[in-house]
């Protein structure tokens, strides 16, 4: 398709979302109609203006949460399944437009964006499917005396902060599960991506989601938006994905009401492989969680130990399957690497990057931002990095490999865990024990065995350490948004049972 084509799509996507504020079921616009601008970071310029909400905005957010929590609560669970798979039905008939938006506000090339789409609405279909397989629990106790009930209910409104790099996919991770609980709850999406969440509430109005059930909020003044609404003891839960330190002041703030909180932080995934390692399915790996979003994941690999017997080879072939790939704008054809998110990341990326350099590391392909506007970086391979550079001990969230050698396993281990964070590690062996014996001792929350990718709505994603509170995902990503409730009775031919049915007046 043709630049005219391509720009007809553009205009076109961004006007079937709506710029507003959705609370209580309406769109409206923020108070004082004030608004922030959203950019496109492969050119730099402006997409469009969308509403900036206030304190007062935020609080009738979470008013109309509170006033739909009991109906959607005591709704029949196959209701809310039916919301939730007829608003995933909604998101693949709409891959395209969806897709596109994505890369508009977000960046990544449309073949990533295309999969994120697909990535979210699997996640509203497995709860779909978990929505109706809530249960409880009925016992005796060990003495004999009582019996014992226990039912799980929604914990009640949720607060749910989404980030900038998969802004579709992490708002279903966490609507889809709390939808399914019961809960109803306030979207909070990240100042720089705030497109695809309105285009998702969108999405849940036309599936006959009730009003107030879900409510979204865009704000450029997050901190002071969040930190109010975390006073108010109406809220009971915030899930967050994004940074450590931010996730650190978000939990102390949870205190003073004792919020439930989930958090989805950072990681510094070591990349690990091994002498044994099949050296094609680990290259075709590496480029996978390296590359994948540029580098702005926090599952992306960080750290590449390589044990020395291979590290020249792995180098060179990564090296040059990093250097063909092609840098652009993410809505042009073939492009396989888009721009970071803005200028402050590119800044960061090319500043860790020279730090490695002045402390020894060798550029094998790429080191420098790409030309033209936006904010683009070169896919990068680095060798010889020293363990004390400072991309060691960061999140990258770029497309830059730093490669470091080893040369036995109790070693890469210890350097492997030599971190804060604990979210996932990579690790390359043929080798049945060796792999067992490392997956075990790595101290994160997943681990990819001889695989580039762990994501999947099947299975639970989090992390230990820094990295996390909680699982999002899988059969237990239920939980967090479901409260324990014991009804205990005295157990039947007991004294106090016979008392009860005596002062029921008998009957059979």
């Known amino acids: 398709m043709g630049e005219v084509g391509i720009h007809q799509r553009r205009l076109e996507s961004l006007d079937a979302v709506p710029k507003l504020l959705f609370i209580g079921g309406k769109w409206r616009p923020a108070t004082n109609d004030k608004g922030f601008p959203v950019f496109d970071p ?10 900036d909400a206030s304190i007062e905005d935020a609080v009738e957010a979470l008013n109309a949460a509170v006033e739909a929590k009991d109906e959607w609560a005591q709704c029949a669970p196959r209701r809310r399944s039916d919301v939730l798979r007829t608003a995933c039905d909604l998101l693949l008939d709409r891959i395209e437009m969806l897709a596109l938006l994505i890369t508009m506000e977000m960046g990544k090339p449309l073949s990533e964006s295309r999969g994120e789409v697909a990535y979210a609405a699997d996640f509203l279909r497995w709860f779909s499917e978990e929505a109706v397989r809530v249960g409880g629990d009925f016992s005796r106790t060990p003495d004999g005396t009582s019996r014992t009930m226990v039912i799980r209910q929604p914990v009640g409104p949720c607060l749910l902060i989404t980030p900038w790099n998969f802004p579709l996919a992490m708002g279903t991770r966490k609507i889809g599960p709390a939808l399914a609980a019961g809960c109803t ?15 998702l509430a969108a999405v849940f109005e036309e599936a006959g989601l009730p009003a107030g059930v879900l409510n979204v909020v865009t704000t450029s003044r997050a901190s002071e938006v969040v930190e109010h609404l975390l006073q108010n003891h109406s809220l009971r839960k915030l899930s967050f994905t994004g940074s450590t330190a ?57 750290r590449f130990f390589v044990h020395s017997s291979l ?19 993410g809505d042009q054809p073939g492009v396989e690497v888009g721009p970071l998110i803005d200028h402050a990341s590119l800044e960061k990326v090319k500043g860790l990057v020279n730090d490695a350099v002045t402390r020894g590391a060798n550029v094998l392909v790429g080191g420098a931002a790409h030309g033209g506007p936006g904010y683009f970086y070169e896919p990068t391979v680095l060798t010889n990095v020293e363990p004390s550079s400072e991309l060691t001990k960061t999140e990258i969230f770029g497309p830059v490999a730093a490669i470091q050698v080893f040369e036995d396993d109790d070693e890469v281990i210890d350097l492997a865990n030599d971190t804060a964070w604990g ?26 065995l001889n695989t580039g990718v762990v994501s999947n709505a099947a299975v639970p994603f ?9 699982r999002e995902g899988g059969r237990v990503g239920i939980d967090d948004y479901l409260e324990y409730k014991l009804i205990a009775m005295p157990a039947l031919g007991t004294s106090a049972a016979k008392s009860v049915h005596h002062i029921n007046g008998g009957g059979s």
């Open 311 to 329: 590290v020249e080879e792995f180098s060179t072939k990564l090296a040059t399957r990093l250097g063909d790939m092609n840098v652009g704008p």
């Open 423 to 448: 979210l996932v590690a990579y690790v390359f062996t043929q080798d049945v024990d060796r792999a067992f014996s490392v997956c075990e001792r790595l101290e994160v929350g997943m681990v990819g």
């Open 462 to 470: 989090g992390g230990v350490k820094q990295s996390g509170l909680g």
């Open 185 to 199: 709850v306030v979207l909070k999406p990240a100042p720089q991506t705030p497109l695809s969440s309105l285009a």
């Open 246 to 302: 931010v996730g650190r002041r978000l939990l102390e703030q949870c205190g003073s009401q004792v919020i439930r909180a989930s958090m989805e932080l950072g990681g510094n995934a070591p990349f690990i492989v091994f002498a044994d390692a099949d050296l094609d399915v680990t290259i075709d790996a590496a480029v996978k969680a390296k590359m994948r979003n540029m580098g702005e994941a926090c599952t992306a690999g960080n």
């Open 42 to 51: 492969a050119s730099g310029e402006e997409l469009c203006i969308v509403a």
